[in-house]
Nanobody, 119 residues
């Protein structure tokens, strides 16, 4: 059974940093595009960052230059380094694993970790 377990959330002051981790119990982890999404109260879930099996990264406009996504295929783990945090970064952050095989989509989500940016 696939499990994605996020950790590293918490409360931080504006301008601070946090690193989120997502440990994946998933076969062929290296073949999945791994992503971080977030959802703030009253808002839709949005892309934060994702990284392909080849290591190509993509970021949401609001986090470019502040957040960095990386992966360690040997540890089946994806990371999100967040810097220069702003109150508007407050949200539940979700880890996602996605791949397609012969037209079939395999799309898995973690339960999320809360990030609160507040003074």
């Amino acid at each position: 059974q696939v499990q994605l377990v996020e950790s590293g959330g918490g409360t931080v002051q504006p301008g601070g940093s946090l690193r989120l981790s997502c440990a994946a119990s998933i076969t062929f982890f290296g073949l999945y595009t791994m992503g971080w999404y977030r959802q703030a109260p009253g808002k839709q879930r949005e892309l934060v960052a994702r990284i392909t099996p080849a290591g190509i990264t993509d970021y949401g406009d609001s986090v470019k230059g502040r957040f960095t996504i990386s992966r360690d295929n040997a540890k089946n783990t994806v990371y999100l380094q967040m810097s220069s945090l702003k109150p508007e970064d407050t949200a539940v952050y979700y880890c996602n694993a996605f791949r397609t095989v012969l037209g079939n989509a395999y799309d898995y989500w973690g339960v999320g970790t809360q990030v609160t940016v507040s003074s």
